[in-house]
């Protein structure tokens, strides 16, 4: 089992920058991969990005988010800038243990204002 919690999202401005967090307990995330998506009103979640050994991002925020870890926090950031109105959603932390992305985080709202 993991546990995993999101926090930093919040209210921003077209431009500005916010950086989340996904906090994790039960397992050492330094073990796993662990990905980030995204769901906004009336759309499908989407891949946002992941880290592993590196990483990989969805081409919609290629150059303007960036993944990281802090394994003595056990944590993995999404610093995101330069964001954009298309960028509000709700973003959620996820790990794949033995397969697909099964566990998952409560996520965090991010509100991109024009």
């Known amino acids: 089992q993991v546990q995993l919690v999101e926090s930093g999202g919040g209210l921003v401005q077209a431009g500005g920058s916010l950086r989340l967090s996904c906090a994790a307990s039960?397992?050492?995330?330094?073990?796993?991969?662990v990905g980030w998506f995204r769901q906004a009103p009336g759309k499908e979640r989407e891949f946002v990005g992941d880290?592993?050994?590196?990483?990989s991002y969805a081409d919609s925020v290629k150059g303007r988010f960036t993944i990281s870890r802090d394994n003595a926090k056990n944590t993995v950031y999404l610093q995101m800038n330069s964001l954009k109105p298309d960028d509000t959603a709700v973003y959620y932390c996820a790990v794949p243990i033995l397969g697909s992305y099964n566990y998952w985080g409560q996520g965090t709202q991010v509100t991109v204002s024009s």
């Open positions: 039960g397992r050492t995330l330094s073990s796993y991969k």
């Open positions: 880290i592993s050994w590196s990483t």
